[in-house]
């Protein structure tokens, strides 16, 4: 009889702690949570009760269930998926009363109700920001079918619509490298920018060389000096170019390993790079145009690799 006093008792002291508690939560302002992972550390607090190391054991859309050794705490009518202001239901169930009750052997336990329900505001709001995943940098080439939009992926952890705005424009007709601004908001207006360059490399001809040794050799038998040949070659590729000799090294880069088509520059003296140790040559013995060996009379610089 003695024990059952003391168990009304404490069983007393409980809920008057609670009814405390519950007069506090009413003057609180709404307790703001984003995710499932801030419930226990700001909605399932409440003085009086042992809630450490609460673990989720079950869920569903507007329920989730919660428990340690000592308490089982359900949490009704609270929507993730909504933002805003939410009035929700919490049920403190304290297991250790019912224990309690059954070490005294009492037969009719069943009797026993240590639930205890508040009402919380509670304001589900977003302050995570979307998340855009894209290269810093994209090379293509001049004229290439390219999309960027198709290259952007972004997500949120609302999995929620996300607006996507992209500002700068990209012209793959014209080779350059162009910025693009990248903005992601998602529905509680949070933003996330990145910059995503793309460079349009201008795009190459894989017969560029060529054209310009094919050029070479259309000119043979025609009387005109070494600086004509080159310019005239240089023609079939759309560079209009004419200089003394040495002038041509500027329009590309040395190279030791010549391909048919390189200008063959030398001290007062060019020709062009037909292959196999070979030249077209302007300007030879007289203002004749042959082909001859690489090596001549005058000094030699170099192969120059035209650039395109």
């Known amino acids: 009889m003695k024990n059952t006093k003391y168990f009304a008792l404490g069983l007393s002291l409980l809920f008057s702690v609670c009814i405390q508690s519950q007069s506090v939560f009413a003057q609180e302002k709404a307790i703001e949570i984003q995710n499932e992972e801030m419930i226990v550390d700001q909605l399932l607090t409440m003085k009086g009760f042992s809630l450490e190391d609460l673990k989720c054991v079950g869920k569903e859309k507007g329920s989730m269930v919660y428990e340690n050794d000592a308490m089982k705490v359900t949490v009704e009518n609270l929507d993730l998926d909504s933002l805003g202001m939410q009035d929700v239901s919490i049920t403190y169930s304290v297991k250790s009363s019912k224990a309690l009750w059954d070490k005294m052997n009492h037969s009719d336990s069943s009797q026993v109700s240590s639930d205890y329900t508040i009402t919380k505001k509670v304001e589900v709001v977003d302050n995570e920001a979307p998340v855009i995943e894209a290269q810093d940098r994209y090379v293509i080439t001049q004229g290439d079918d390219f999309d960027l939009e198709q290259e952007i992926k972004v997500s949120d952890d609302r999995e929620q619509e996300i607006d996507v705005e992209l500002e700068g424009d990209i012209d793959i007709s014209t080779p350059g490298t162009y910025t693009v601004q990248v903005k992601a908001t998602d529905a509680g207006k949070n933003e996330t920018i990145k910059n995503v360059d793309v460079e349009v490399q201008k795009k190459t001809d894989p017969y560029f060389y060529q054209k310009i040794a094919d050029a070479a050799l259309a000119q043979i038998g025609v009387n005109q000096d070494c600086t004509m040949l080159v310019t005239n070659s240089l023609k079939a590729v759309g ?59 005058n000094p030699f610089i170099g192969y120059v690799h035209v650039a395109q």
Do not use: K, M, R
């Open 239 to 297: 560079i209009n170019f004419h200089g003394a000799p040495e002038a041509y090294l500027s329009l590309g880069t040395l190279t030791n390993d010549p391909v048919p088509g390189d200008i063959c520059v030398y001290q007062g003296h060019v020709a062009i790079y037909i292959g196999n140790g070979q030249a077209v040559h302007g300007g030879w013995l007289g203002y004749n145009t042959v082909v001859s060996s690489v090596s001549c009379t």
